[in-house]
Nanobody, 124 residues
Framework: QVQLVESGGGLVQTGGFLRLSCAVSGRTLSTYAMGWFHQAPGKEREVVATISQSGDSTYYADSVKGRFTISRDNAKNTVYLQMNSLKPEDTAVYYC?????????????????WGQGTQVTVSS
């Protein structure tokens, strides 16, 4: 069974930075495109960034483009999200999951195996 463990969140001021990590066990990471999602209170979970199996292709939501960078280390079965120039609207719980793109929409492959997420809070 796949397990996802997100870490690295915290409380930062506007303009600050954080680096999130997602450790994956139970699957060979290199087989999957991966993504980071966030969910703010009262809102649906939505994709923030994705990265292809080899890491040579990425996607970013318009709201984070130019500020966030997704990367992966397949040897360590870990995916990262570098978050710079953080804004209060980035406040959310962040999750990772394997992703599949269908008609320009990204779906979580392991939809029954979400991790606990990591809370990111950006103060103004």
């Amino acid at each position: 069974q796949v397990q996802l463990v997100e870490s690295g969140g915290g409380l930062v001021q506007t303009g600050g930075f954080l680096r999130l990590s997602c450790a994956v066990s139970g699957r060979t990471l290199s087989t999957y495109a991966m993504g980071w999602f966030h969910q703010a209170p009262g809102k649906e979970r939505e994709v923030v960034a994705t990265i292809s199996q080899s890491g040579d292709s990425t996607y970013y939501a318009d709201s984070v483009k130019g500020r966030f960078t997704i990367s992966r280390d397949n040897a360590k079965n870990t995916v990262y999200l570098q978050m710079n120039s953080l804004k209060p609207e980035d406040t959310a719980v962040y999750y990772c999951n394997a992703v599949q793109e269908i008609n320009s929409y990204y779906y979580a492959i392991w939809s029954n195996s979400w991790g606990q997420g990591t809370q990111v809070t950006v103060s103004s």
